[in-house]
């Protein structure tokens, strides 16, 4: 079972990369980590000096564990101030994830909006989201999560949010954008608490605004250290669910913003 690190570092090789068991989701690879390691490929064909603005993501097909993938990268157009970066990760021929990434050098304005104070409590505080052999995706390992409010999965919750905190439980170093982007995305869909027996959920689309990434932060954030999530279902009809979510540090910063369009499989 190897950690996020490990991969993050092995993709930067270039060489094809095969991820162990532990970072599967029943039948692909946990989704933030495929956005994670397409982000890695950006950084190491196009380094930027200029911090990552937004993400968006694409789940085209599923990525098998224990298989080789590899990664592909292109400028979309490359300007003054702000660049557009696409990166996809192929198997067996076909592309399995595919994100663009926004880039952007900040600029003296005189618009200034802060966004409103939260006050998250206690850091870790809550019921903590076990692994369960055959019940929680395995990639379950490698993160720690803490229910504050909302429903746990197939737990048919009145609720329609989720609030906790979440961080990696083998992480020996700061985290960067990369590692922020799959740390977002290991929450259980907001949709799954709303069901009474399991079925499967997956998103389709992801978008992800970095409103202060990690490697602009004055003070860097430990690989340790315990962030706030906050999700809200939107609207949901059709199989189709339309979330948001945002993201702070401890002490109430806000860090990112995160909009997904998940498919539920409740009745097939």
């Not at 930027?48 to 085209?60: N, Y």
């Not at 608490?193 to 990690?214: D, G, H, I, M």
Request: net charge negative; with cysteine.
């Amino acid at each position: 079972m190897k950690p996020f690190n490990h991969y993050n570092e092995l993709v930067r090789t270039g060489e094809p990369v095969a991820l162990d068991a532990s970072w599967g989701q029943g039948k692909t690879t946990f989704g933030g980590m495929s956005a994670a390691l397409a982000l890695a490929a950006i950084e190491r064909d196009h380094p930027q000096d200029a911090p990552l603005r937004s993400i968006s993501v694409h789940f085209c097909g599923p990525l098998a564990t224990d298989a080789e993938f590899t990664t592909s990268t292109r400028v979309l157009r490359a300007g003054r101030s702000i660049s557009h970066i696409s990166a996809e990760i192929h198997q067996n021929d076909a592309c399995a994830t595919s994100i663009t990434a926004c880039y952007g050098t900040p600029r003296e304005s005189d618009v200034q909006v802060q966004a409103a104070e939260v006050a998250p409590g206690e850091p870790g505080a809550g019921q903590r989201l076990p692994y369960i052999a055959g019940m929680t995706p395995e990639f379950v390992r490698h993160i720690d999560f803490s229910y504050v409010s909302g429903g746990l999965p197939f737990s048919g919750s009145k609720d329609n949010h989720i609030h906790g905190w979440m961080r990696f439980s083998d992480c020996n170093s700061d985290l960067t954008s990369v590692h922020l982007v799959a740390l977002i995305d290991a929450w259980p869909p907001t949709t799954l608490q709303k069901l009474r027996k399991v079925a499967p959920c997956a998103s389709v689309t992801w978008s992800l605004e970095l409103v202060a990434s990690p490697e602009s932060l004055d003070t860097p954030l430990g690989g340790d250290e315990w962030l706030w999530y906050e999700a809200q279902i939107e609207e949901a009809h059709g199989g189709y669910a339309h979330t948001t979510a945002r993201i702070y540090r401890a002490d109430g910063l806000l860090l990112a913003l995160s909009r997904q369009l998940v498919t539920v499989y409740d009745k097939r």
